[in-house]
C-alpha cells in the first residue's frame, strides 16, 4: 500500500499557474497506475491525469490535455502541473494511486491523499 500527501493547492487568477506535489511513502516501487483527480463543488470527481509506474505512460483528460502537464521524477513524488488555469479548474485536487500495471482516466482508486484546494478566480 501506499500514502499521499499533496501540497501546493493556491488561489490564482485566470492564465497562470500552479505546481501541485504528491509526496508518496510506502510501496513506492510497486506497480501503480498513479493519478490526479479533481472534484468541484456539485460536481462528480474527475480524473484529469495519469501515469503508470510499470511502463511511464501519461494520460490525460480532455478538459486539461495541453495544459496540464504529470510528471514523476522519483519513486516518491508526483507533480501536476497546470498552466493557463481558468475559473473552471477550480476543485479539490487529491493524488490518488490503484493497485495494477494498466492506467487510465476510470475514476476509481485504492489509496487518496487527503486534498488540496486550488481555486481559479479574478
Known amino acids: 500500500q501506499v500514502q499521499l500527501v499533496e501540497s501546493g493547492g493556491d488561489s490564482v487568477q485566470p492564465g497562470l499557474s500552479l505546481r501541485l506535489s504528491c509526496a508518496v511513502t510506502?510501496?513506492?516501487?510497486?506497480?501503480?497506475?498513479m493519478g490526479w483527480f479533481r472534484q468541484a463543488p456539485g460536481k462528480e470527481r474527475e480524473k484529469v491525469a495519469g501515469?503508470?509506474?510499470?511502463?511511464?505512460?501519461t494520460l490525460y483528460a480532455a478538459s486539461v490535455k495541453g495544459r496540464f502537464a504529470l510528471s514523476r521524477p522519483r519513486a516518491d513524488t508526483l507533480y501536476l502541473d497546470m498552466n493557463n488555469l481558468k475559473p473552471d479548474d477550480t476543485a479539490i485536487y487529491y493524488c490518488?494511486?490503484?493497485?495494477?500495471?494498466?492506467?487510465?482516466?476510470?475514476?476509481?482508486?485504492?489509496?487518496w491523499g487527503q486534498g488540496t484546494q486550488v481555486t481559479v478566480s479574478s
Open positions: 501515469v503508470s509506474t510499470v511502463t511511464g505512460r
Open positions: 490518488a494511486a490503484r493497485v495494477g500495471s494498466a492506467c487510465d482516466l476510470l475514476p476509481g482508486a485504492d489509496y
Open positions: 510506502g510501496d513506492i516501487f510497486g506497480s501503480y497506475c
